[in-house]
């Protein structure tokens, strides 16, 4: 793979690392204030896109391989 192709492959990886720190952090502080529809909502998100960035960081890892 051209570095120019891993380098934007990993910007939207990054990206989704925020995003989903950022949901489990509004999870925590929907727990914390007992709104517990939110904060199951905000981690089913987050874990959604915890596994859309896992795959992305596998085909990243494959590509580097060949």
């Known amino acids: 793979m051209k ?3 891993r380098n934007i492959l990993l910007q939207p990886y990054a990206q989704l690392q925020e ?4 949901l ?3 999870h925590d502080r ?3 204030n ?12 987050a874990d959604r896109l915890y596994e859309e960035a896992e795959n ?5 890892s494959e590509q580097e391989q060949r």
Do not use: G, Q
């Open 19 to 22: 995003i989903i720190d950022e």
């Open 24 to 26: 489990y952090e509004a």
């Open 30 to 32: 929907a727990i914390t």
């Open 34 to 45: 007992n709104d517990f529809d939110d904060a199951s909502l905000l981690a089913s998100r």
């Open 3 to 5: 570095s120019e192709t």
């Open 56 to 60: 992305l960081e596998i085909v990243i």
